[in-house]
């Protein structure tokens, strides 16, 4: 499952690349986008249809990025500082009586 979206999300990625180049800039950049697609739209249609797509491929990419996210999140098995402290005894240890001294040896 996981890897079938991560092929879909890196189609998408690259899918966004090539409409976000294909896109007239206002100046500098690469400029491939001038002229009007072979006279089948007008600019400004074009402009639209790619600021559209742009969008919905941005949208497919967050959602696949969440998905992607969701689904590698469960695998993990959720700890608490809790859980991972030792086990401590109920009640302290009465303290060790004291040692006697050793009795005095004879000479």
Not at 20 to 47: F, K, Y
Request: some cysteine; overall charge neutral.
């Amino acid at each position: 499952m996981e890897s079938v979206i991560l092929v879909i999300h890196l189609l998408i990625a690259l899918a966004l690349v090539g409409v976000i180049l294909i896109q007239r800039s206002e100046g500098g950049g690469l400029g491939i986008g001038g002229g009007n697609m072979g006279g089948m739209m007008t600019t400004r249609g074009t402009a639209n249809l790619l600021t559209r797509t742009t969008g919905i491929l941005a949208g497919c990419f967050m959602a696949t990025s969440m998905i992607l996210a969701i689904l590698a999140g469960a695998h993990t098995q959720p700890a608490s500082i809790i859980d991972s402290m030792p086990a401590q005894p109920a009640a302290p240890a009465a303290p060790a009586a004291p040692a006697q001294p050793a009795p005095p040896v004879a000479q």
